[in-house]
């Protein structure tokens, strides 16, 4: 064994170091096994990975240098390694927030993805009973917290709308009152002419109608004269999701747009 070598066996056994491993690796696939659970394509894999990238930079920065030398001839800072680990994830977090349509996705999967690579890091630190009690409140808010959020979300959160009507049978003015009947608070219109009075366009972004209550508006609609197509904008997995109680869609393209008319 190299001098090199028997430094860092003085610092860290080998049974050591891959147990740290592979403690990271599993830590960050239980977390990733629950955003695969609510069908997020950065699932059991991706976060198992970056704890185990994480906790492999944290061990390099700790013992991977251990025949650079001794001060004054090499001054090492293990916390510049880690430092760049946090910096790199960010980007990684990124990558897959989702930005369509007003609605911003991919926060809670970017957010997972930053945790498991503490997570790495205190594994690899030795830090276990941090690591373990991030794992346990880190599933406790993605699981349990979810269907508080929900309830406390419905209300915020706004619905988009396209509504195409003929101006020569009714008037904007009597499609807002078909709205603000119904309960809905208008927050935003935008209105698009076209030369065909019959495919006038209106685009509404409304608040306090919960899923169900959408879908019973845009049934209703229709029937309103001069009101010939409703379409919503509201992600369609998001209301089935949020149904069975999940709800954290990742993936562009996966809007399915609910019509009547």
Do not use: C
């Not at 980007?91 to 369509?100: D, E, M, N, T």
């Not at 509201?234 to 993936?251: I, L, Y």
């Amino acid at each position: 064994m190299s001098d090199a070598g028997r430094r860092l066996a003085a610092l860290i056994s080998t049974p050591e170091m891959l147990f740290r491993l592979g403690a990271a690796a599993v830590l960050g696939g239980l977390i990733g096994a629950e955003r695969e659970r609510v069908e997020s394509t950065v699932g059991l894999r991706t976060h198992a990975i970056v704890a185990l990238g994480s906790a492999s930079f944290m061990l390099v920065s700790m013992f991977g240098f251990a025949d650079a030398g001794r001060p004054p001839a090499a001054v090492l800072d293990p916390s510049r390694v880690a430092a760049q680990v946090v910096t790199g994830i960010g980007f990684l977090g990124a990558g897959v927030i989702i930005f369509r349509k007003e609605v911003v996705r991919g926060l809670t999967t970017a957010a997972s993805i930053w945790l498991v690579a503490a997570i790495g890091m205190a594994v690899a630190g030795g830090l276990y009973l941090a690591a373990l009690g991030a794992t346990a409140f880190g599933l406790a808010i993605l699981a349990i917290m979810k269907p508080l959020e929900r309830r406390l979300g419905a209300a915020r959160r706004p619905q988009l709308l396209m509504i195409v009507f003929d101006r020569r049978r009714t008037s904007l003015n009597a499609v807002r009152t078909a709205l603000t009947t119904a309960g809905a608070a208008i927050e935003r219109v935008d209105i698009r002419a076209n030369d065909d009075p019959a495919k006038t366009r209106l685009e509404v972004a409304l608040r306090g109608l919960g899923n169900e209550r959408l879908f019973e508006l845009i049934e209703q609609l229709p029937n309103h004269i001069g009101i010939r197509e409703v379409r919503s904008l509201v992600n369609f997995t998001n209301a089935v999701n949020d149904a069975a109680g999940d709800n954290d869609p990742t993936v562009p393209g996966s809007d399915h747009d609910t019509i009547a008319g």
